[in-house]
């Protein structure tokens, strides 16, 4: 029997055509199965949507905000998305920030009012102000930015996925509830980090 690595692969683009890794048929399929690709003629896997541009936006926020957590204020290293992709927040300059590891994995899926309530955070950057100061809103306007965005102008696999539930129509999009306990790592008794994110 075959290991599953000496399957042969299938060769998989963006949309504009650009290679991406390779991934197995078994993956192409859930991938077409999901809406999220097609397969053409020649067995090449074309993505509906551009995982590239998650790194081309990660280095504008960069350039905007330099390597700073916008929640802690320290060493900053990842791509953060102040409304998450699960609630449809999108890989956008106005939705994302750079943050740290630990901020950005312990928030996990959290709101941004959850996790400030939660850590104690005070960040002031302009990005988080704007949503957290009108988050309630903003939830209501995910909606609209997911009727008038183009599937290809998602930038992670979540992101298209959340993109193809809503526009399913089907009762599928499944945002969390908000009633229900926050999706964090951080522990409510946790006490709250020490360093603030000074203007
Ligand atoms: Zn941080």
Redesign the pocket.
């Known amino acids: 029997m075959l290991a599953h690595q000496d399957i042969a692969k299938v060769l998989v683009v963006d949309l504009d055509g650009r290679p991406l890794t390779p991934c197995s048929p078994e993956k192409a399929q859930q991938n077409v199965n999901d809406r999220l690709a097609r397969l053409d003629e020649s067995g090449v896997l074309h993505l509906n949507y551009r995982p590239l541009a998650h790194r081309r936006i990660y280095r504008q926020v960069q350039r905007r905000d330099g390597r700073i957590?916008a929640?802690?204020g320290?060493l900053?290293s990842t791509l953060d998305h102040v409304i998450p992709i699960c609630w449809g927040g999108s890989t956008t300059l106005d939705n994302c920030v750079v943050?740290?590891r630990?901020?950005n994995h312990s928030r996990n899926n959290a709101l941004p009012s959850t996790f400030l309530r939660w850590t104690g955070y005070r960040p002031t950057h302009p990005v988080i102000r704007a949503i957290v100061d009108h988050e309630a809103q903003h939830l209501v306007d995910v909606e609209m930015i997911l009727d008038r965005k183009p599937l290809a102008s998602c930038a992670t696999r979540e992101e298209a996925q959340v993109w193809v539930a809503y526009h399913a129509q089907t009762g599928a999009w499944s945002r969390p509830d908000p009633q229900e306990e926050p999706m964090t790592h951080v522990k409510p008794d946790a006490p709250p980090f020490t360093q603030y994110f000074v203007p």
Do not use: E, V
Request: aromatic share 12%; net charge neutral; charged share 0%.
């Open positions: 957590c929640w802690c320290g900053g943050a740290c630990a901020c």
